[in-house]
């Protein structure tokens, strides 16, 4: 059985940052392109960022570029965001997904975790 769990979201102040984790169980990620979602509050949720199954190829949503980084780390079976200079925009709850890359960049998620909440509030 897949399991993806995030962790490391929370209350942080505008302009503050917070790394997510999220470990895999079930399958082994450096099988699987990674990538992270997120969605606010009466919102669709929306693509955040993704990465190939080596941990190249850094794809992000024109929102996040030069804020966001996303990592992963296939020897612990790991993917992280990091997130700086956050905003009220960026409240959310964020899922972690495992997938595949199609056509390089496209990503189609097949796993999905629980989410965990950011929100940036002072």
């Known amino acids: 059985q897949v399991q993806l769990v995030e962790s490391g ?3 942080v102040q505008p302009g503050g940052s917070l790394t997510l984790s999220c470990v895999a169980s079930g399958l082994a990620m450096s099988g699987y392109a990674m990538a992270w979602f997120r969605q606010a509050p009466g919102k669709e949720r929306e693509f955040v960022a993704s990465v190939n199954w080596g941990g ?5 949503a024109d929102s996040v ?3 966001f980084t ?3 780390n296939n020897a612990n ?6 997130m700086i200079s956050l905003g009220s ?3 959310a709850v964020y899922y972690c997904s ?6 390089c960049d496209a990503y189609v998620p097949h796993f999905w ?3 965990t909440q950011v929100t940036v509030s002072s």
């Open 65 to 67: 570029r030069g804020r």
């Open 9 to 11: 979201g929370g209350l």
């Open 98 to 103: 495992a997938g595949a890359l199609v056509d």
């Open 56 to 60: 190249g190829g850094s794809v992000y």
């Open 113 to 115: 975790g629980q989410g």
């Open 77 to 82: 079976n790991t993917e992280y965001l990091r």
């Open 89 to 91: 925009a960026n409240t």
């Open 70 to 72: 996303i990592s992963k």
